[in-house]
């Protein structure tokens, strides 16, 4: 094998090092606080990495989406200002801001392709959860290009293995092509918490406001 090369076998894990991954994970999420922890379903021994974080966007993504009248504009940004006040205390920019959307992400460990799987969802601050269409058009222009020339394969809907509800989810066969960036910033910082997805939204979600 070349210098340079990965090898291929590196690119899986069992469950049980994902496990052992997931809480080396958690343990650094916790010191820097950035808002991972983990999702026990009750009754059994499997769960998931959770994240939930507020995301900003342009204003004109939810109206061309989502037709409202204009009272219904001023009633949503009342409510965003608000949960958002409740959600973020202490956030300055909270009055600059015209639209968020909630992204809750999910990963977990898929037996079939032998990799954490990201699955998310997205909704706004009233509650309407976003269509995949809505999702494929707020990808960070960055990833555009590829997702265009394959949308189905890249970023679909289907149900939470775990929770058996609709979530978005990343191929498993795009992961590492959608994480390649990261994880050469982070290796050539020398940083080991690369393991696996450490800011997914930084992917998903366009430039904020």
């Not at 999702?39 to 989502?66: A, N, R, W």
């Amino acid at each position: 094998m070349m210098a340079g090369e990965r090898n291929p076998a590196s690119c899986y894990l069992d469950e049980r090092t994902f496990r052992l991954c997931c809480q080396l994970f958690l343990q650094h999420s916790e010191t820097i606080q950035d808002g991972w922890s983990w999702e026990q379903i009750k009754g059994t021994d499997e769960g998931f990495m959770k994240k939930t974080v507020l995301m900003p966007v342009k204003p004109s993504f939810l109206h061309k989406q989502h037709e409202c009248s204009m009272q219904d504009e001023n009633m949503v940004t009342d409510d965003v200002q608000a949960n958002v006040e409740d959600e973020t205390a202490g956030v300055q920019a909270v009055c600059e801001i015209h639209a968020v959307l909630r992204y809750e992400y999910h990963v977990l460990y898929s037996c079939s392709y032998q990799i954490p799987v990201l699955y998310f969802r997205a909704s706004t601050l009233d509650g309407r959860p976003l269509s995949l269409e809505e999702v494929w058009s707020n990808v960070h222009p960055n990833y555009r290009q590829r997702l265009q020339q394959g949308p189905w394969d890249t970023l679909t809907q289907q149900e939470h293995p775990l929770l058996g509800q609709p979530f978005f989810m990343l191929h498993p066969c795009r992961t590492e092509e959608f994480m390649k960036p990261a994880l050469d910033l982070a290796q050539a910082e020398n940083n080991l918490t690369f393991l696996f997805i450490t800011h997914p939204s930084s992917v998903l979600c366009q430039d904020k406001v």
